[in-house]
Protein backbone atom coordinates (compact mmCIF):
# COMPACT_ATOMS: atom_id res chain seq x y z
CA UNK A 1 0.00 0.00 0.00
CA UNK A 2 2.24 2.51 -1.12
CA UNK A 3 1.84 6.46 -0.83
CA UNK A 4 3.40 9.44 0.32
CA UNK A 5 4.62 9.49 3.94
CA UNK A 6 3.08 12.54 5.40
CA UNK A 7 5.24 14.71 7.31
CA UNK A 8 3.70 14.87 10.94
CA UNK A 9 2.69 17.83 13.15
CA UNK A 10 5.96 17.55 15.05
CA UNK A 11 7.90 17.92 12.13
CA UNK A 12 5.77 20.39 10.77
CA UNK A 13 5.90 22.71 13.79
CA UNK A 14 9.59 22.27 14.32
CA UNK A 15 10.68 23.71 10.68
CA UNK A 16 8.43 26.34 11.02
CA UNK A 17 9.21 27.10 14.73
CA UNK A 18 13.30 26.86 13.13
CA UNK A 19 12.28 28.94 10.09
CA UNK A 20 11.31 31.72 12.58
CA UNK A 21 14.58 31.77 14.01
CA UNK A 22 16.63 32.06 10.67
CA UNK A 23 17.72 28.21 10.62
CA UNK A 24 16.97 25.86 8.20
CA UNK A 25 17.39 22.26 8.99
CA UNK A 26 20.54 21.39 7.06
CA UNK A 27 22.38 24.51 8.38
CA UNK A 28 22.10 26.35 4.91
CA UNK A 29 21.45 30.05 3.98
CA UNK A 30 18.10 30.58 3.01
CA UNK A 31 18.59 31.97 -0.17
CA UNK A 32 21.80 28.50 -1.23
CA UNK A 33 20.97 25.38 -3.00
CA UNK A 34 22.36 22.05 -1.37
CA UNK A 35 25.22 20.99 -3.06
CA UNK A 36 25.11 19.88 -7.07
CA UNK A 37 26.84 17.26 -8.95
CA UNK A 38 26.60 16.80 -12.71
CA UNK A 39 28.37 14.16 -14.36
CA UNK A 40 27.76 12.91 -18.26
CA UNK A 41 27.72 9.03 -19.21
CA UNK A 42 29.56 7.78 -21.65
CA UNK A 43 27.18 8.38 -24.91
CA UNK A 44 26.61 11.31 -25.78
CA UNK A 45 23.51 12.93 -24.26
CA UNK A 46 23.22 11.43 -20.70
CA UNK A 47 23.26 13.72 -18.15
CA UNK A 48 23.16 12.36 -14.14
CA UNK A 49 22.09 15.49 -12.02
CA UNK A 50 22.54 15.03 -8.44
CA UNK A 51 21.11 18.08 -5.81
CA UNK A 52 21.81 16.96 -2.31
CA UNK A 53 19.78 13.25 -1.81
CA UNK A 54 18.01 14.33 -5.11
CA UNK A 55 18.89 12.50 -8.37
CA UNK A 56 17.37 12.72 -11.62
CA UNK A 57 19.03 11.00 -14.96
CA UNK A 58 18.04 12.75 -18.50
CA UNK A 59 18.83 10.80 -21.42
CA UNK A 60 18.56 11.94 -25.42
CA UNK A 61 17.44 10.28 -28.14
CA UNK A 62 16.99 10.81 -31.88
CA UNK A 63 15.33 9.21 -34.79
CA UNK A 64 13.65 9.87 -37.99
CA UNK A 65 10.35 10.33 -38.85
CA UNK A 66 8.09 12.58 -41.05
CA UNK A 67 7.06 16.03 -39.50
CA UNK A 68 3.70 17.25 -38.40
CA UNK A 69 1.96 18.29 -41.43
CA UNK A 70 1.45 21.97 -40.18
CA UNK A 71 5.04 22.54 -39.08
CA UNK A 72 6.89 21.35 -42.24
CA UNK A 73 10.17 22.68 -41.46
CA UNK A 74 10.36 21.81 -37.84
CA UNK A 75 11.77 18.98 -36.19
CA UNK A 76 10.02 17.15 -33.22
CA UNK A 77 11.11 17.47 -29.69
CA UNK A 78 9.28 15.85 -27.11
CA UNK A 79 10.20 15.54 -22.93
CA UNK A 80 9.20 12.71 -21.42
CA UNK A 81 9.24 13.04 -17.43
CA UNK A 82 9.17 9.00 -15.65
CA UNK A 83 9.03 8.96 -11.86
CA UNK A 84 10.65 5.63 -10.53
CA UNK A 85 8.83 4.25 -7.55
CA UNK A 86 12.07 3.01 -6.47
CA UNK A 87 12.20 7.24 -5.48
CA UNK A 88 9.57 8.13 -3.38
CA UNK A 89 6.55 5.18 -2.23
CA UNK A 90 4.01 7.37 -3.67
CA UNK A 91 5.17 6.99 -7.04
CA UNK A 92 3.18 4.59 -8.93
CA UNK A 93 3.99 3.87 -12.79
CA UNK A 94 1.42 4.53 -14.65
CA UNK A 95 -0.52 6.43 -12.35
CA UNK A 96 1.42 10.26 -12.52
CA UNK A 97 0.68 12.29 -9.24
CA UNK A 98 0.40 16.30 -9.22
CA UNK A 99 3.75 16.44 -8.63
CA UNK A 100 4.37 14.73 -12.17
CA UNK A 101 2.05 16.46 -14.11
CA UNK A 102 3.26 20.37 -12.81
CA UNK A 103 6.84 19.07 -13.59
CA UNK A 104 5.69 18.09 -17.25
CA UNK A 105 4.56 21.36 -17.57
CA UNK A 106 6.75 23.40 -16.35
CA UNK A 107 9.75 21.80 -18.18
CA UNK A 108 7.08 22.05 -21.72
CA UNK A 109 7.18 25.98 -20.79
CA UNK A 110 10.26 26.21 -19.57
CA UNK A 111 12.27 24.17 -22.46
CA UNK A 112 10.28 23.57 -25.30
CA UNK A 113 8.10 26.74 -25.53
CA UNK A 114 10.80 29.23 -24.97
CA UNK A 115 12.59 27.70 -28.11
CA UNK A 116 15.77 26.83 -26.16
CA UNK A 117 16.51 23.94 -28.85
CA UNK A 118 16.11 25.39 -32.96
CA UNK A 119 13.94 22.66 -34.16
CA UNK A 120 14.54 24.26 -37.69
CA UNK A 121 17.95 22.75 -37.35
CA UNK A 122 16.48 19.43 -37.18
CA UNK A 123 14.50 19.04 -40.33
CA UNK A 124 16.78 17.07 -43.12
CA UNK A 125 14.01 17.33 -45.77
CA UNK A 126 10.92 20.18 -45.44
CA UNK A 127 7.83 17.67 -45.05
CA UNK A 128 9.36 14.34 -45.87
CA UNK A 129 12.01 13.57 -42.99
CA UNK A 130 12.84 15.41 -39.59
CA UNK A 131 14.67 14.17 -36.47
CA UNK A 132 12.67 13.35 -33.70
CA UNK A 133 14.42 14.07 -30.54
CA UNK A 134 13.17 12.95 -27.46
CA UNK A 135 14.55 14.00 -23.71
CA UNK A 136 13.98 10.91 -20.81
CA UNK A 137 13.95 12.12 -17.45
CA UNK A 138 14.52 9.82 -14.84
CA UNK A 139 13.75 10.72 -11.36
CA UNK A 140 15.77 8.54 -9.01
CA UNK A 141 15.65 9.53 -5.58
CA UNK A 142 13.30 12.38 -4.49
CA UNK A 143 14.34 14.72 -1.88
CA UNK A 144 12.57 17.56 -3.17
CA UNK A 145 13.93 20.22 -5.69
CA UNK A 146 12.80 18.48 -8.90
CA UNK A 147 12.03 20.68 -11.08
CA UNK A 148 15.21 22.40 -10.88
CA UNK A 149 17.20 19.47 -10.81
CA UNK A 150 14.98 18.37 -14.14
CA UNK A 151 15.57 21.67 -15.89
CA UNK A 152 19.41 21.18 -15.08
CA UNK A 153 19.10 17.55 -16.59
CA UNK A 154 17.81 18.63 -19.63
CA UNK A 155 19.77 21.39 -20.46
CA UNK A 156 23.26 19.80 -19.70
CA UNK A 157 21.70 16.58 -21.57
CA UNK A 158 20.52 18.62 -24.37
CA UNK A 159 24.12 20.59 -25.05
CA UNK A 160 26.25 17.46 -24.20
CA UNK A 161 24.18 15.55 -26.75
CA UNK A 162 25.38 15.29 -30.46
CA UNK A 163 23.27 13.99 -33.78
CA UNK A 164 24.35 11.96 -36.11
CA UNK A 165 24.91 14.29 -39.48
CA UNK A 166 22.42 13.11 -42.64
CA UNK A 167 23.77 13.46 -46.19
CA UNK A 168 21.02 14.66 -48.59
CA UNK A 169 21.21 13.75 -52.35
CA UNK A 170 17.81 15.03 -53.93
CA UNK A 171 15.23 13.30 -51.91
CA UNK A 172 17.30 10.54 -50.90
CA UNK A 173 18.87 11.10 -47.08
CA UNK A 174 21.79 8.95 -45.26
CA UNK A 175 22.52 9.26 -41.46
CA UNK A 176 25.87 8.95 -41.10
CA UNK A 177 27.30 6.46 -38.46
CA UNK A 178 29.35 7.56 -35.57
CA UNK A 179 32.13 5.40 -37.55
CA UNK A 180 31.97 7.41 -40.75
CA UNK A 181 31.00 10.75 -39.08
CA UNK A 182 31.38 12.76 -36.20
CA UNK A 183 28.09 13.40 -34.61
CA UNK A 184 26.95 16.91 -34.86
CA UNK A 185 25.98 19.13 -31.73
CA UNK A 186 22.34 20.91 -31.41
CA UNK A 187 21.74 24.12 -32.32
CA UNK A 188 20.87 25.65 -28.56
CA UNK A 189 20.03 29.07 -28.59
CA UNK A 190 19.67 29.72 -25.11
CA UNK A 191 19.85 28.14 -21.63
CA UNK A 192 16.23 28.41 -19.43
CA UNK A 193 17.22 27.05 -16.16
CA UNK A 194 14.54 26.52 -13.24
CA UNK A 195 14.80 28.10 -9.16
CA UNK A 196 11.81 27.37 -7.61
CA UNK A 197 10.97 29.65 -4.49
CA UNK A 198 9.27 28.17 -1.48
CA UNK A 199 7.47 30.47 0.82
CA UNK A 200 6.57 30.24 4.25
CA UNK A 201 4.51 33.28 6.80
CA UNK A 202 2.24 34.31 3.94
CA UNK A 203 5.24 35.17 1.75
CA UNK A 204 7.63 36.33 4.90
CA UNK A 205 10.16 33.96 4.22
CA UNK A 206 11.45 32.36 1.27
CA UNK A 207 13.34 29.36 0.57
CA UNK A 208 15.72 28.55 -2.76
CA UNK A 209 15.66 24.65 -3.09
CA UNK A 210 13.17 23.26 -0.39
CA UNK A 211 14.45 19.56 0.13
CA UNK A 212 11.17 17.39 0.62
CA UNK A 213 10.52 17.89 4.56
CA UNK A 214 10.37 21.64 4.03
CA UNK A 215 8.40 21.45 0.37
CA UNK A 216 5.53 19.34 2.50
CA UNK A 217 5.17 22.45 4.86
CA UNK A 218 5.32 25.12 2.02
CA UNK A 219 2.30 27.62 1.98
CA UNK A 220 3.12 27.46 -1.60
CA UNK A 221 6.01 27.80 -4.53
CA UNK A 222 7.16 30.48 -7.03
CA UNK A 223 9.21 29.10 -10.33
CA UNK A 224 11.37 31.24 -11.97
CA UNK A 225 12.76 29.80 -15.12
CA UNK A 226 15.22 32.25 -16.96
CA UNK A 227 18.76 32.28 -18.90
CA UNK A 228 21.55 33.74 -17.70
CA UNK A 229 21.14 37.03 -19.86
CA UNK A 230 18.22 37.22 -17.19
CA UNK A 231 15.36 36.86 -19.57
CA UNK A 232 12.41 35.26 -17.76
CA UNK A 233 11.19 32.46 -19.75
CA UNK A 234 8.18 31.76 -17.42
CA UNK A 235 7.51 32.65 -14.34
CA UNK A 236 4.55 29.59 -12.37
CA UNK A 237 2.93 29.88 -8.68
CA UNK A 238 1.42 27.41 -7.02
CA UNK A 239 -0.22 27.63 -3.52
CA UNK A 240 -3.15 29.59 -2.13
CA UNK A 241 -1.09 32.22 -0.35
CA UNK A 242 -0.60 35.51 -2.08
CA UNK A 243 2.76 37.24 -3.04
CA UNK A 244 3.53 40.97 -3.04
CA UNK A 245 5.07 42.30 -6.10
CA UNK A 246 8.15 43.51 -4.60
CA UNK A 247 8.99 40.01 -3.09
CA UNK A 248 8.40 38.92 -6.39
CA UNK A 249 10.84 41.18 -8.02
CA UNK A 250 13.37 40.35 -5.52
CA UNK A 251 12.76 36.47 -6.63
CA UNK A 252 14.01 37.41 -10.13
CA UNK A 253 16.85 39.55 -8.49
CA UNK A 254 17.69 36.06 -6.28
CA UNK A 255 17.13 33.78 -9.45
CA UNK A 256 19.36 35.40 -12.14
CA UNK A 257 22.51 35.04 -9.52
CA UNK A 258 21.64 31.57 -9.01
CA UNK A 259 21.01 31.00 -12.61
CA UNK A 260 24.37 32.36 -13.84
CA UNK A 261 26.23 30.23 -11.35
CA UNK A 262 24.75 27.16 -12.90
CA UNK A 263 25.08 28.03 -16.20
CA UNK A 264 28.76 28.66 -15.60
CA UNK A 265 28.92 25.09 -13.54
CA UNK A 266 27.09 23.51 -16.37
CA UNK A 267 30.06 24.97 -18.89
CA UNK A 268 32.23 24.48 -17.03
CA UNK A 269 31.41 20.22 -16.04
CA UNK A 270 30.86 20.39 -20.30
CA UNK A 271 33.95 21.45 -20.69
CA UNK A 272 35.74 18.70 -18.58
CA UNK A 273 33.77 16.42 -20.44
CA UNK A 274 34.97 17.49 -24.02
CA UNK A 275 38.57 17.47 -22.39
CA UNK A 276 38.04 13.93 -21.81
CA UNK A 277 37.01 12.69 -24.68
CA UNK A 278 39.27 14.83 -26.72
CA UNK A 279 42.14 12.08 -26.65
CA UNK A 280 45.40 13.00 -29.22
CA UNK A 281 43.14 16.37 -29.73
CA UNK A 282 41.93 15.03 -33.00
CA UNK A 283 37.94 16.53 -32.32
CA UNK A 284 38.66 19.68 -34.02
CA UNK A 285 39.47 17.89 -37.14
CA UNK A 286 36.82 15.11 -37.15
CA UNK A 287 33.91 18.05 -36.54
CA UNK A 288 31.37 18.18 -39.08
CA UNK A 289 30.24 21.04 -37.99
CA UNK A 290 29.65 24.23 -40.08
CA UNK A 291 31.04 27.47 -38.96
CA UNK A 292 28.19 30.20 -38.60
CA UNK B 1 30.34 -3.18 18.44
CA UNK B 2 33.57 -5.73 18.33
CA UNK B 3 35.22 -5.69 15.65
CA UNK B 4 35.87 -9.29 15.87
CA UNK B 5 32.88 -10.81 14.90
CA UNK B 6 32.87 -13.12 11.58
CA UNK B 7 31.47 -11.76 8.70
CA UNK B 8 28.71 -14.15 6.85
CA UNK B 9 27.58 -13.93 3.75
CA UNK B 10 24.58 -15.67 2.26
CA UNK B 11 24.56 -19.16 1.84
CA UNK B 12 27.26 -19.44 4.45
CA UNK B 13 27.38 -22.81 6.76
CA UNK B 14 28.29 -21.92 9.97
CA UNK B 15 30.01 -24.65 11.54
CA UNK B 16 29.76 -25.86 14.93
CA UNK B 17 32.49 -24.27 16.61
CA UNK B 18 31.58 -20.81 16.11
CA UNK B 19 28.01 -21.92 17.70
CA UNK B 20 27.24 -20.64 21.26
CA UNK B 21 28.03 -23.37 23.71
CA UNK B 22 25.28 -23.70 25.86
CA UNK B 23 26.54 -22.85 29.89
CA UNK B 24 24.29 -25.20 32.10
CA UNK B 25 21.49 -27.18 31.31
CA UNK B 26 20.02 -28.16 27.40
CA UNK B 27 19.00 -24.90 26.47
CA UNK B 28 17.82 -25.40 22.97
CA UNK B 29 19.42 -23.44 20.14
CA UNK B 30 17.68 -19.99 18.87
CA UNK B 31 18.23 -18.68 15.76
CA UNK B 32 17.74 -15.14 15.13
CA UNK B 33 16.70 -13.12 12.08
CA UNK B 34 19.40 -13.94 9.29
CA UNK B 35 19.87 -17.70 10.19
CA UNK B 36 17.62 -21.05 9.23
CA UNK B 37 18.15 -24.01 10.34
CA UNK B 38 18.14 -27.12 7.18
CA UNK B 39 17.04 -30.32 8.97
CA UNK B 40 18.82 -32.48 10.08
CA UNK B 41 22.13 -30.45 11.27
CA UNK B 42 22.93 -27.61 9.07
CA UNK B 43 23.03 -23.89 9.69
CA UNK B 44 23.24 -21.63 7.11
CA UNK B 45 22.79 -17.88 6.61
CA UNK B 46 20.49 -15.73 4.38
CA UNK B 47 22.01 -12.84 4.66
CA UNK B 48 25.33 -10.85 4.84
CA UNK B 49 26.30 -9.09 8.06
CA UNK B 50 28.13 -9.78 11.37
CA UNK B 51 27.47 -13.35 12.96
CA UNK B 52 26.56 -12.64 16.92
CA UNK B 53 26.22 -15.60 19.41
CA UNK B 54 25.16 -15.18 23.11
CA UNK B 55 25.92 -17.92 25.38
CA UNK B 56 24.03 -17.08 27.99
CA UNK B 57 21.00 -17.14 26.24
CA UNK B 58 22.32 -20.10 23.72
CA UNK B 59 21.43 -17.68 21.16
CA UNK B 60 22.81 -16.77 17.17
CA UNK B 61 22.37 -13.86 14.84
CA UNK B 62 23.22 -11.84 12.19
CA UNK B 63 23.50 -7.98 12.59
CA UNK B 64 23.59 -6.54 9.11
CA UNK B 65 21.78 -3.07 7.88
CA UNK B 66 18.96 -3.33 5.92
CA UNK B 67 16.91 -0.55 4.14
CA UNK B 68 13.10 -1.59 4.57
CA UNK B 69 12.07 -2.21 8.26
CA UNK B 70 9.74 -5.07 8.65
CA UNK B 71 7.65 -4.97 11.56
CA UNK B 72 8.33 -7.58 13.97
CA UNK B 73 6.47 -8.41 17.87
CA UNK B 74 7.94 -6.50 20.69
CA UNK B 75 10.06 -4.29 18.60
CA UNK B 76 9.89 -0.10 20.17
CA UNK B 77 8.82 1.99 17.36
CA UNK B 78 7.66 5.54 16.20
CA UNK B 79 4.64 5.68 14.54
CA UNK B 80 2.60 8.56 12.45
CA UNK B 81 -1.34 8.91 13.25
CA UNK B 82 -2.79 8.52 10.04
CA UNK B 83 -6.50 8.27 10.83
CA UNK B 84 -8.75 7.83 13.65
CA UNK B 85 -11.68 5.55 14.43
CA UNK B 86 -14.14 4.33 16.91
CA UNK B 87 -12.01 1.68 18.34
CA UNK B 88 -8.58 2.24 17.53
CA UNK B 89 -6.11 4.91 15.24
CA UNK B 90 -4.40 3.45 11.81
CA UNK B 91 -0.80 4.27 12.21
CA UNK B 92 2.24 4.74 9.81
CA UNK B 93 5.20 2.66 10.54
CA UNK B 94 6.97 3.38 7.91
CA UNK B 95 5.25 4.22 3.81
CA UNK B 96 5.93 0.87 2.67
CA UNK B 97 4.10 -0.97 5.37
CA UNK B 98 0.21 -1.35 5.37
CA UNK B 99 -1.69 0.63 8.42
CA UNK B 100 -0.79 -0.83 11.88
CA UNK B 101 -3.87 -0.08 14.36
CA UNK B 102 -3.26 1.27 17.80
CA UNK B 103 -6.70 0.36 19.84
CA UNK B 104 -7.94 3.48 21.88
CA UNK B 105 -7.73 1.51 25.15
CA UNK B 106 -4.09 0.79 24.39
CA UNK B 107 -2.78 4.04 26.17
CA UNK B 108 -1.99 4.12 30.09
CA UNK B 109 -5.39 5.30 31.96
CA UNK B 110 -7.56 4.95 28.95
CA UNK B 111 -11.20 4.18 29.20
CA UNK B 112 -14.36 4.11 27.06
CA UNK B 113 -14.90 7.33 28.63
CA UNK B 114 -11.67 9.28 28.18
CA UNK B 115 -10.43 7.97 25.10
CA UNK B 116 -6.76 9.72 23.98
CA UNK B 117 -7.53 12.23 21.46
CA UNK B 118 -4.94 12.45 18.82
CA UNK B 119 -4.61 14.68 15.59
CA UNK B 120 -4.08 12.87 12.73
CA UNK B 121 -0.17 13.05 11.77
CA UNK B 122 0.98 13.19 15.35
CA UNK B 123 3.69 10.95 16.89
CA UNK B 124 3.52 7.81 19.16
CA UNK B 125 6.02 6.18 20.48
CA UNK B 126 4.35 2.39 20.73
CA UNK B 127 5.58 -1.20 21.15
CA UNK B 128 4.54 -3.96 18.61
CA UNK B 129 2.15 -6.39 20.15
CA UNK B 130 1.75 -8.70 17.27
CA UNK B 131 3.18 -8.87 13.73
CA UNK B 132 2.67 -11.39 11.28
CA UNK B 133 2.25 -11.83 7.50
CA UNK B 134 -1.67 -12.09 7.13
CA UNK B 135 -2.82 -9.26 9.51
CA UNK B 136 -1.88 -5.94 9.83
CA UNK B 137 0.74 -5.29 13.22
CA UNK B 138 -0.75 -4.02 16.29
CA UNK B 139 0.49 -2.04 18.67
CA UNK B 140 0.36 -0.96 21.90
CA UNK B 141 1.49 2.04 24.17
CA UNK B 142 1.27 0.15 28.09
CA UNK B 143 2.88 -2.90 29.41
CA UNK B 144 0.30 -5.23 29.21
CA UNK B 145 0.95 -6.91 32.65
CA UNK B 146 0.83 -3.62 34.52
CA UNK B 147 -1.03 -1.13 32.52
CA UNK B 148 1.72 1.52 33.06
CA UNK B 149 2.55 3.33 29.97
CA UNK B 150 6.51 2.79 30.38
CA UNK B 151 7.79 6.05 28.43
CA UNK B 152 5.62 5.16 25.74
CA UNK B 153 2.75 7.31 24.35
CA UNK B 154 1.97 9.88 22.59
CA UNK B 155 5.11 12.46 21.38
CA UNK B 156 4.63 16.11 21.95
CA UNK B 157 6.80 19.05 20.22
CA UNK B 158 10.57 17.93 19.57
CA UNK B 159 11.62 17.28 15.63
CA UNK B 160 12.25 13.22 14.52
CA UNK B 161 15.36 12.01 12.41
CA UNK B 162 15.91 9.39 9.74
CA UNK B 163 18.36 6.95 10.63
CA UNK B 164 19.33 3.84 9.21
CA UNK B 165 17.55 0.55 11.14
CA UNK B 166 21.05 -0.69 11.99
CA UNK B 167 21.65 2.93 13.70
CA UNK B 168 18.54 2.41 15.46
CA UNK B 169 19.08 -0.96 17.18
CA UNK B 170 22.74 -0.41 17.82
CA UNK B 171 20.97 2.85 19.71
CA UNK B 172 18.49 0.80 21.60
CA UNK B 173 21.21 -2.03 22.85
CA UNK B 174 22.59 0.47 25.11
CA UNK B 175 26.21 -0.06 26.10
CA UNK B 176 26.18 -3.16 23.17
CA UNK B 177 25.71 -1.13 20.78
CA UNK B 178 28.70 1.20 20.66
CA UNK B 179 27.21 4.45 20.03
CA UNK B 180 28.64 6.98 23.09
CA UNK B 181 27.28 10.35 20.96
CA UNK B 182 24.28 10.19 22.93
CA UNK B 183 26.16 9.90 26.59
CA UNK B 184 28.70 12.21 25.30
CA UNK B 185 26.18 15.16 24.37
CA UNK B 186 24.08 14.36 28.05
CA UNK B 187 27.04 15.03 29.81
CA UNK B 188 27.04 18.62 29.06
CA UNK B 189 23.11 19.49 27.42
CA UNK B 190 19.85 18.66 28.05
CA UNK B 191 17.40 16.58 25.91
CA UNK B 192 14.79 13.98 25.70
CA UNK B 193 15.11 11.22 23.06
CA UNK B 194 13.08 8.35 21.84
CA UNK B 195 14.41 5.50 19.15
CA UNK B 196 11.93 3.55 16.82
CA UNK B 197 13.65 0.13 15.28
CA UNK B 198 11.52 1.45 12.09
CA UNK B 199 14.87 4.13 11.60
CA UNK B 200 13.08 7.25 13.32
CA UNK B 201 14.59 9.12 15.97
CA UNK B 202 13.03 11.78 17.97
CA UNK B 203 14.74 14.31 19.69
CA UNK B 204 13.43 17.23 22.08
CA UNK B 205 15.90 19.57 23.40
CA UNK B 206 13.49 22.26 24.41
CA UNK B 207 14.88 24.80 21.39
CA UNK B 208 15.26 24.47 18.18
CA UNK B 209 19.72 24.75 18.46
CA UNK B 210 19.77 21.89 21.01
CA UNK B 211 17.22 19.85 18.95
CA UNK B 212 18.99 19.92 15.50
CA UNK B 213 22.68 19.67 17.33
CA UNK B 214 21.37 16.37 18.89
CA UNK B 215 19.96 15.00 15.31
CA UNK B 216 22.34 16.18 13.26
CA UNK B 217 25.22 14.75 15.35
CA UNK B 218 23.69 11.06 15.10
CA UNK B 219 22.85 11.54 11.68
CA UNK B 220 26.42 12.08 10.95
CA UNK B 221 27.68 9.30 13.43
CA UNK B 222 25.19 7.08 11.26
CA UNK B 223 26.52 8.32 8.10
CA UNK B 224 29.99 8.14 8.26
CA UNK B 225 30.13 5.21 10.28
CA UNK B 226 32.05 6.73 13.16
CA UNK B 227 34.18 4.77 15.74
CA UNK B 228 34.59 5.93 19.63
CA UNK B 229 37.19 8.47 18.01
CA UNK B 230 35.07 10.15 15.67
CA UNK B 231 32.10 9.97 17.89
CA UNK B 232 33.97 11.97 20.66
CA UNK B 233 35.18 14.12 18.06
CA UNK B 234 31.24 15.35 16.76
CA UNK B 235 30.76 15.53 20.09
CA UNK B 236 33.16 18.03 21.08
CA UNK B 237 32.29 19.77 17.90
CA UNK B 238 28.50 20.18 18.59
CA UNK B 239 29.51 21.20 22.26
CA UNK B 240 31.77 23.77 20.33
CA UNK B 241 29.05 24.92 18.55
CA UNK B 242 26.83 25.01 21.41
Known sequence: MPREAEISVNE??????????????????????RPLELTFGDEYGVADVKLGKTRVIARISVEVTAPLPERKFDGVFQIVTEFSPMASPAFEVGRPTDAEVILARILEKAIRRSNALDTESLCIIAGLKVFHLRADV????????????????????????????????????????VREREPIPLSILHTPLCVTFSYYEEGEIFLVDANLAEEQVRQGEIIITMNRHGEVCQIAKYGGATVDALSLLNC????????????????????ADAKRRDAGGLMAELSAENDR | MAATLPVVLPG????????????????????????????????????????????????????????????????LVIATI?????????????????????????????????????????LVYARILTANR????????????????????PLKGGMVFKISLGMARRLLAGRKGGVTVLGGLSEKIG??????????????????????????AVQEVDEHALGPEGQKKVVSKVLRDI
Open chain 1, 252 to 271: NNVALEKVKDMSKFIQERLE
Open chain 1, 138 to 177: HIIDHDGGLIDASCIAVMAALQHFRRPDVIVEGEKATVLS
Open chain 2, 191 to 216: FEIAIGRNGVLWVDGGNVKTTLAVGK
Open chain 2, 12 to 75: DQISPSSLPKPTKGNKPLTLGPGLQHIPPNTISTTIAGALVTDAKKNAAWVEYNSGRYTPTAGD
Open chain 2, 134 to 153: DTAPELTCVDPSTGKSEGLG
Open chain 2, 82 to 122: ATGGAESFNCTITPNTPYASLPNLAFEGATRKTRPQLATNS
Open chain 1, 12 to 33: REFIQQALRENTRLDGRAFDTF
